[in-house]
Structure formats: structure tokens, C-alpha cells
């Protein structure tokens, strides 16, 4: 079974509509992280969380939502979906130690469209 | 704040060819730095990694990696391309002093030719 997974794998949504995307892992790791990639732009950092306490904005967040509803457990959620939300969502998890965050594991990517 | 640059969005090469791919960074100190591979419809999936160990790091298919610090460099190499390489291609880095993520560069394709 894979360590990182994400539900759905695929979602056509319409313009306005509240979706969640989730993310579940079984490596036991503290830290998750939500990006978005869009082609020629590389991996965007969305929100991310050192612990099921702690939430912290990445570079893109307006438009999105989290929770951590357990170690394992990290969602994702656009409030009101708009169509430049179309792309690529991926979760990841890692270790780390203090400042540092170590190498990081993903899932398989959930791709979204927003028509 | 710390930064990656992939130089060249796509990069083409012969099957049997040298495979160079650069990545610079920004830091202040050495960091940890990673290199990424992504094959089409799937995650990302780590290929090596320096942890401030040895400056010429060993990954899987083949891939290996030097870290060089007065070029702030770490580029990607494979002695041979093969056609199941062709894939993106992310470096990422990770720096205590500056912020408590990994950065991400924007991304080299790889393009294999027959």
C-alpha cells in the first residue's frame, strides 16, 4: 500500500462550488505539506504543518483552507472553487528536526479542474 | 530568501548521451539539497539527496549529484541516457537559516531521443 495517498485522484467541479481534497499517510511522519503545480511554475507551496497543533501559510494560500484532523490526516479545502484553481494537488509529508525539514514523500496527486 | 534555479525548462538528449542538468541555489550556509524525479501521471519521487556528507552523492538509476560550494551549484548527472529517464526533473533545497521548507525550482523536462 502506498505511504501517501490522496482522495479523489480526479475532480471536474464548477465554478463556486466547496471541494476538499484529503491526504492521508501511513509513514508516521509529523510534518505535511499541500502544493500545487501548474505547468512551467514547479511546485507552489500552499499551506503546510509541523504538527496537528501547528498550521502555517505557503506562498499561494488565498483561495484555501486546511485541517489536520490527526497525525495522519491532512485536507485541503477551496471555500468557493474558480477555474485559475485548475491544476495539479499534491501532498506531501517529511521528517524534520527543529529548523530543518527533511527529504519529502508524496502522494500521487490529485488533479482538479474548475470549470 | 533561499532560492533554486533550474537552468533550462527542457533539456534534449541522445539515448547513450551524457545527461546534464543544472540547478544553482541561494544559501548562507550549505543546506540540504535534493533532487526530485517525476515521471508523467505520477508524484514526485526523491532521487538523492546531500546532507552535508560527501560532496558527490549517489542516487537510484543511475543518477549521482556533486555539491559544490563555491559554485553553489549541484548539478544532476547520468553517465548514459536511457528512454525510461525521460521525466521532470525537480531540485529542491532546504536551509535552517532561512526559512523551515523546501524550495522547489521550477522544473527540467527531460526529452530522450531514439
Not at chain 1, 44 to 49: G, T
Not at chain 2, 3 to 28: F, I, K
Amino acid at each position: 500500500d502506498a505511504d501517501v495517498t490522496q482522495t479523489p485522484r480526479n475532480r471536474i467541479t464548477k465554478t463556486g462550488k466547496r471541494i476538499m481534497l484529503e491526504c492521508s499517510q501511513t509513514k508516521g511522519h509529523d510534518r505535511m505539506y499541500w502544493y500545487r503545480q501548474d505547468p512551467g511554475l514547479g511546485l507552489r507551496l500552499i499551506y503546510y504543518s509541523f504538527d496537528v497543533k501547528d498550521i502555517n501559510k505557503g506562498e499561494i494560500s488565498d483561495g484555501y483552507s486546511v485541517s489536520r484532523q490527526a497525525q495522519a490526516k491532512f485536507s485541503l479545502s477551496l471555500e468557493s472553487a474558480i477555474p485559475n484553481q485548475t491544476a495539479l494537488y499534491f501532498c506531501a509529508t517529511s521528517e524534520g528536526k527543529g529548523m530543518w525539514s527533511y527529504e519529502q514523500y508524496f502522494g500521487p496527486g490529485t488533479r482538479l479542474t474548475v470549470t | 530568501a533561499q532560492s533554486v534555479t533550474q537552468l533550462g525548462s527542457h533539456v534534449s538528449v541522445s539515448e547513450g548521451a551524457l545527461v546534464l542538468l543544472r540547478c544553482n541555489y541561494s544559501s548562507s550556509v550549505p543546506p540540504y539539497l535534493f533532487w526530485y524525479v517525476q515521471y508523467p501521471n505520477q508524484g514526485l519521487q526523491l532521487l538523492l539527496k546531500y546532507t552535508s556528507a560527501a560532496t558527490l552523492v549517489k542516487g537510484i538509476n543511475g543518477f549521482e549529484a556533486e555539491f559544490k560550494k563555491s559554485e553553489t551549484s549541484f548539478h544532476l548527472t547520468k553517465p548514459s541516457a536511457h528512454m525510461s529517464d525521460a521525466a521532470e526533473y525537480f531540485c529542491a533545497v532546504s536551509d535552517q537559516n532561512r526559512d523551515d521548507k523546501i524550495i522547489f525550482g521550477k522544473g527540467t523536462r527531460l526529452h530522450i531521443l531514439p
